[in-house]
């Protein structure tokens, strides 16, 4: 049973569909309610069973009803992947705005917290479980401009440490992942463009060894791999799926 933030759209909805095909009931979660239903219908539309649900991760009353609706569905919580996450456009830090500060810390850091508060004693009691969190290469590498998200980003890989070693005890894996630019609808934000174009994309790919960019389904089969059993001993790492990025 697995529970997907920001599921309504890329790496999330790559997740959330990928869990399903390997036999995962997966509750939906994401802001935007339609969304999370489009991938949850999909999901069912597929032979797959899921529940849609609305959540803003910056409030910890949606986490904890989000958690607490998937248990009274199905009595137990395998997998949390805290996904969801807001980008920055790319500004030189004497003129960004403090609210933006504030907004990309609330999903991309207090979002993790909040899944991990209401989730993560779930687990415990179980005494099995894995939490999955998105990170990026912008915790390594950050690009020029993008410094509150790659604190925000940085914040979680030291976040994923910190619960690995809490929740060891308990048989509980705590995992961070860290993809480069990927194909999903923040992308051309980070370009510092309305829409994706050719030289974007050509400046961003310069950037990767292997010569392209992530999908979604780049960074879902990652995720897949670090829920299952074979990765039983992966825990407090963030994983670089990054085409060699960060080298």
Sequence with gaps: MALVTGAGSGIGRAAALLFAREGARVAVVDIDEAAAKATAQQIEQGGGEAIPLRCDVSKAADNQAAVERTLARWGRLDVFYANAGVPQWPTQVENVEEATFD????????????????????MKRQKRGVFLVTASTAAI?????????AASKGAVVSMTKSLAIECAPFGVRVVSIAPVATETPMLPTFMGKTAVDDEGRARYIATVPLGRLNTPEDIARAALFLASDDAAMVTGSCVEVDGGRCI
């Design 103 to 122: 907004r990309i810390l609330a999903v991309n850091v207090k979002g993790v917290f909040l899944g991990a508060k209401y989730a993560l004693g779930v």
């Design 141 to 149: 590498r950050p690009r020029p401009g993008g410094q509150c998200y």
